[in-house]
């Protein structure tokens, strides 16, 4: 079952904190946004073993875009 980790808000990716077949637990930070100056952490919302990721550094993301993918 994949789980879809979302951006909270709009703004930049600032830096990937993850990669393709790590294994991450629920709190992990998986990316960090940057909007308005401020660093927003993403974190995963369950356990699991990141599957997929979506965005690259710098890239600008809306609220509710996926970022990562995990199984």
Known sequence: MAIDVAAH???TVWK???QV???VA???VLVILESMKMEM???ASD???VKEIRCSEGQPVNEGD???VLE
């Open 47 to 49: 356990d699991g073993t």
């Open 41 to 43: 952490p993403v974190e």
């Open 16 to 18: 990937i904190e993850t």
């Open 9 to 11: 808000i709009t703004g």
């Open 26 to 28: 629920s709190g992990d």
């Open 21 to 23: 077949g790590a294994k």
């Open 66 to 68: 996926v970022l990562v």
